[in-house]
């Protein structure tokens, strides 16, 4: 029955319309037992406590929130806004307390049976609306500037409140407004990096291919360009040492001088060189006796491979200076050079006649004092 009341959907049966409404047949009020003080201009609503209060009646603090019937009142104006009474009983004794509004400082005060538990909290602790004083709001009214200096400022603290999932909304809002256009500009760039990836590819293939290298090749990049660079300067002083070696050589030499031999090393001794080069001699005694210090000194000299190399390179000069027709006299039989050659035919033929007669006094049969030699009849006859 209650239900049905509350829906206004139960008529009497001995109600009809000309007789008005439903609630004015019953004699009731629309808002039923919420109006049964409208008389005294009291409505009974719910009212959630604004903040923390104490009761003075127990003491007992009574939270943030909690919901009570209050008997909502208008008790004054200021200006043209009504101040509005709630006036409701604590819900642990008996006693009543009065909660009223302030239109001046839009805030609620306790003015009798509680008082206010005081939390001071910054706004933006409690993250809540920072509220601008009456100077501010003078200040603002005066100054034509600092007016649109706080209307940037809300426009800043409005695009900081938007959430990062709408801000991104309206970044692909923007970005895709002409999506021909875009795919045109993406598919242009993609032609563009393969055509330059296959000329890259190309070109570490041909370089492969010339070096008979069968795995792929990458292409350089900035850490192969600097390990390069490091090595071009040690290379490029090497050249540069042999070059001026070349330059110094060429400058102390004479125009039609024989091709010097390179310098001795350490195990090459001044002696050596001495006893390998002998100037040659119009006399046959100087010649044989210079043949004859050659031959001795080559047999005294150590055979290392930088004195082999010297004596090749010194053979090589002589020869060269023999046949020169510029360095070559017909009048005069001697002239500057080396006997290197004489002494090795020398030594050649020496070598050759103790092989010989190595050979003979082998085939030669021996007659020892232990053996009885005997004659044939054909030696007899």
Avoid at 1 to 23: C, F, H, L, Q, V
Avoid at 32 to 56: M, S, T
Avoid at 79 to 105: A, G, Q, V, Y
Wanted: with cysteine.
């Amino acid at each position: 029955m209650a239900e049905r009341k509350a829906t206004n959907k139960y008529y009497p049966p001995d109600w009809d319309p000309s007789k008005g409404s439903i609630n004015k047949y019953v004699g009731q009020h629309p808002l039923r037992e919420r109006a049964r003080k409208l008389d005294q201009g009291i409505l009974i609503v719910r009212f959630e406590l604004p903040f923390n209060i104490w009761c003075n009646g127990c003491e007992n603090p009574i939270g943030q929130g909690v919901r009570y019937n209050a008997e909502k009142k208008k008790v004054g104006n200021y200006h043209s806004t009504p101040i509005l009474s709630f006036r409701m009983k604590c819900h642990l004794c008996d006693n009543w307390f009065e909660i009223r509004t302030d239109p001046k400082n839009t805030a609620y005060v306790v003015t009798e049976g509680a008082r206010k538990k005081h939390e001071d909290f910054d706004a933006a602790d409690a993250e809540t609306i920072s509220l601008d004083t009456q100077e501010e709001l003078e200040r603002r009214t005066a100054d034509d500037f600092a007016k649109l200096e706080h209307a940037r400022q809300d426009e800043l603290k409005a695009h900081a409140g938007v959430t990062l999932l709408t801000r991104l909304q309206r970044l692909n809002d923007r970005q895709w407004a002409d999506p021909y256009t875009l795919s045109q500009r993406l598919r242009r760039g993609f032609r563009e990096q393969k055509k330059a990836r296959v000329k890259e590819e190309a070109a570490c293939q041909q370089l492969a291919d010339r070096i008979g290298f069968r795995f792929k090749v990458l292409p350089e990049n900035d850490q192969d360009r600097a390990a390069a660079a490091s090595k071009v300067g040690s290379f490029g002083a090497g050249r540069q040492e042999v070059l001026q070696q070349r330059i110094a050589r060429a400058k102390t030499r004479g125009l039609f001088d024989a091709q010097p031999p390179p310098p001795p090393t350490s195990s090459t001794t001044s002696s050596e060189m001495t006893h390998a080069i002998v100037p040659f001699s119009s006399s046959s005694s100087s010649s044989s006796s210079s043949s004859s210090s050659v031959l001795r000194n080559n047999d005294q000299r150590p055979s290392s491979g930088s004195t082999m190399e010297h004596l090749a390179q010194t053979v090589k000069a002589n020869t060269r200076l023999k046949t020169d027709p510029f360095l070559a006299s017909t009048s005069s039989k001697s002239f500057a050079g080396l006997v290197v050659k004489q002494a090795n035919d020398a030594a050649a033929g020496a070598a050759a006649k103790s092989l010989q007669s190595t050979a003979v006094s082998a085939t030669t049969p021996k007659t020892g004092g232990g053996l009885v030699s005997y004659t044939t009849d054909s030696d007899s006859e």
